[in-house]
């Protein structure tokens, strides 16, 4: 619950920097922030690091975060980038940053394996992300019609 509501913030944030660009900010536009969120927080950063059961073999904790904290990051400033950047020759470069932790790789576990069998780690990966993107979307589309309520309130006084 915390987590979603920092993620809210932060959405809210990015949203109030567009709308001060001129973007429009409703729900329909909240889908698209919600499915960025979740590109840049979830699915890039399991592309490297998938979701893991407990009792899984896995590389250094402090190496992992920095890996996501750098792939979340980068990936969310190249999004950024794509959606923002007026001059349109200049959007392929948007994968830059995008694409440079994945050159670098993820951290990788001196020993792969798990207590549980690889069938229940694949559906578990499956439903994390599945689930995390239906959040994401809900999110998303949440605090555009918030932010779209709130910013008509302070208009009437």
Known sequence: MVSAAAFALILAAGMALARAAGHR????R?????LAGFGAIQLAPALGLPPELPGTAAADLGARQGWWLLTAALTAAGLAWLAFMPRTWLKPLALVPIL???LVGAP?????????P?????????????????FWLILGALTA?????FEK???LG
Do not use: C, F, M
């Not at 900010?25 to 329909?28: A, C, D, P, S, T």
């Not at 909240?30 to 919600?34: F, I, M, N, S, Y």
């Not at 229940?120 to 995390?132: D, M, P």
């Not at 019609?145 to 309520?149: A, E, F, K, S």
């Open 25 to 28: 900010i409703e729900w329909k």
């Open 30 to 34: 909240g889908l698209v922030w919600g």
């Open 145 to 149: 019609h918030l932010y779209g309520w």
């Open 100 to 102: 440079i932790p994945h």
């Open 153 to 155: 309130r302070r208009a």
């Open 118 to 134: 690889d069938s229940l780690a694949t559906q578990y990966v499956y439903a994390a992300l599945i689930t995390n993107g239906v």
């Open 108 to 116: 990788e576990p001196e020993h792969h394996g798990g207590l549980a």
